[in-house]
């Protein structure tokens, strides 16, 4: 068998995201796990099932040494759940999931519906606008920080934060982003751990008085584990939601059917995080010899999870290459599986279902911008980065 070789890939060149299916297509038909030799190399995970074993068995492919493209270099802390493996994950993630189930997350859509259409009534009577820009981008910046009980005013700098923490990675070149971002959290342990006596009140307090195995966190972990929502949430929400304005705007008939029928708006949140898929690449660690996707692998091995590509797997997906609005079922793995699902789920999946309503609601039509076309990102989250608009109000 002779191993497909992925010598054009580079996730993080600027046009990675351009004609990424055409190389999602050849790691799905290689035989075995196609190979990305860039970044000290990457055996691909594409195929849907494949992908799927890897995530259900955190022992064998592991996040303990962190999940990014490339490795990171010298000590750092690890991101707090998502770069733990079990058993002690379980403890980590227990401290955020009970505020953040489907009942915590509905009671949280009436702030997040203000959010949205705050952010609609500042644009006004502007028709034509980057929805990146105004919206897309916005919600889940002020979303995050109003789940996590943050100032409102420092938005833009988190957000300004995060985007160069991402260049980091890309990069290589130390911005000094990291460390900004860890003093800004450090000063919002510092200014609350005082305030802090329920570690049931929200989300902030179980991070700050929690307990993992019957001790306190560590102020490294208290960070970590801050930091993480901060960098998760900020460009994956804002991806997915770009990509299904920008569907619609491409499918009027796909918005009058969810004007008739405004509850296939969640099945197609759905399929836009499958088809979107904004955590694109992930990393996981070989940890004994195992077969995968019919390659023999070796502990030490690194594997790079190719979400993109196995959203978009024929076997698993009739029309792969559509957003359906009632895809049913939907096994996709937008979120994540197993241990490491996505934690934030169902806020975004709340963020972007009322940013649909509220858009639905408001103007009677929308479309691409005919005069700029779209760009995409590229990186470990791949997508619409800008979204040229005209929208129409009803007359």
């Known amino acids: 068998m002779q191993q497909t070789i992925l010598a054009d890939l580079d996730i993080h060149a600027p046009d990675a995201r351009e004609g990424a299916e055409t190389i999602w297509a050849r790691m799905r038909e290689a035989d075995g796990l196609a190979f990305m030799p860039g970044y000290g190399g990457f055996h ?45 994950h379980r403890s980590y993630r227990a401290l955020l999931t009970p505020y953040l189930t489907p009942q915590k997350v509905r009671e949280r859509e009436p702030s997040v519906r ?11 009577d502007d028709l034509r606008f980057d929805f990146v820009e105004r919206v897309a981008r916005p919600l889940p910046v ?9 100032p409102v005013e420092d938005a833009m700098l988190l957000d300004g934060l995060v985007v160069e923490l991402h260049e980091e990675v890309a990069t290589g070149v130390r911005t000094g ?34 307990t993992v195995d019957g001790r306190a966190l560590t102020l490294d972990e208290q960070v970590s584990m801050i930091r993480l929502f901060l960098i998760g949430g900020f460009d994956t929400t804002a991806i997915a939601l770009a990509t299904a304005i920008w569907w619609l705007a491409e499918h009027p008939a796909d918005i009058a059917r969810l004007r008739a029928d405004p509850a296939l708006i969640d099945s197609m949140i759905e399929d836009v995080v499958r088809f979107a ?31 993109g590509a196995a959203n978009r797997d024929p076997v698993r997906f009739d029309r ?71 929208f129409e109000r009803p007359r």
């Not at 203000?114 to 006004?124: F, K, N, Q, S």
């Not at 982003?177 to 570690?199: G, N």
């Not at 934030?344 to 940013?355: C, H, I, Q, Y």
């Open 44 to 88: 691909a995970v594409a195929r849907h099932d494949d992908l799927m074993t890897a995530l259900l068995d955190p022992r064998l492919f592991a996040s303990g040494g962190g999940i990014t493209v490339p490795a990171p270099d010298g000590v750092r802390s690890p991101h707090i759940p998502a770069e733990i493996d079990p058993p002690f």
């Open 114 to 124: 203000r959010l949205v259409t705050g952010l609609l009534d500042g644009i006004g």
């Open 142 to 150: 002020l979303g995050t920080i109003d789940l996590l009980g943050l």
């Open 177 to 210: 982003a990291a460390q900004k971002l860890t003093d800004y959290v450090e000063h919002v342990i510092t200014r609350r751990q005082p305030q802090a006596s329920d570690a049931r009140a929200d989300l902030l307090s179980s991070i700050l008085l929690g």
């Open 277 to 307: 898929s904004p955590s694109t690449y992930l990393r996981r660690t070989v940890t004994a010899p195992v077969e995968l996707g019919g390659t023999q692998l070796q502990a030490g091995d690194q594997l790079l999870l190719a979400f």
């Open 320 to 390: 792969p290459d559509d957003i359906v609005l009632d895809r049913s079922p939907n096994p996709h793995l937008g979120f994540g599986a197993g241990h490491h699902r996505c934690v934030g789920s169902f806020f975004a999946k709340l963020e972007m279902r009322v940013a649909v309503q509220e858009i639905l609601a408001r103007y009677a039509h929308f479309r691409l911008d005919p005069d700029q076309p779209c760009r995409m990102g590229s990186g470990l989250n791949q997508g619409i980065t800008f979204l040229p608009m005209v």
